[in-house]
């Protein structure tokens, strides 16, 4: 599974994000993704920012699902993976595996859907050339179903 992952963001677990028991919050492992995301773009060299001012790139989440298959606690140094599933003229899916560092279990999984979105109209569009690029799709075909 970590060797499907095109990249990794370390993220440090702080006191705020677990719960009495030292255990992260089910939730803060959707903003971990997020935080990924973000450090991915910036891998490719753009931040979220410029490539919703400068390239009109802004995507809006559709969907999210995460599977818990253990937990993280407080001062661990989780791993979270990236890996593009599926990418079509409107959105496009990405694979999220979080790790403890260190380890080859993956202790969540998580999928999320995004859709190319058009902030002055609001309704979605579709995926623009820069943004094909850096999920690794040259070539754009129209479909219906994306």
């Avoid at 559709?62 to 079509?88: L, P, R």
């Avoid at 003229?89 to 993956?106: A, H, M, W």
Wanted: charged content about 30%.
């Amino acid at each position: 599974m970590r060797n499907d992952c095109i990249f990794f963001c370390p993220i440090r677990v702080r006191y705020g994000e677990v719960d009495q028991q030292g255990v992260v919050y089910n939730g803060n492992y959707f903003i971990y993704c997020d935080l990924a995301f973000e450090e991915f773009l910036r891998h490719k060299g753009y931040s979220y920012s410029e490539l919703v001012e400068k390239y009109d790139s802004e995507v809006c989440h559709k969907t999210s699902t995460f599977e818990y298959n253990g937990s993280a606690f407080e001062g661990d140094i989780v791993e979270v993976g990236i890996k593009v599933i599926h990418v079509g003229t409107r959105s496009f899916t990405l694979g999220f595996e979080i790790y403890r560092e260190g380890e080859d279990e993956p202790r969540v999984i998580s999928e999320s859907v995004f859709v190319g979105y058009d902030k002055y109209n609001r309704k979605s569009k579709n995926l623009t050339p820069t943004l094909l690029e850096i999920l690794g799709k040259k070539e754009h075909k129209e479909s219906q179903n994306d």
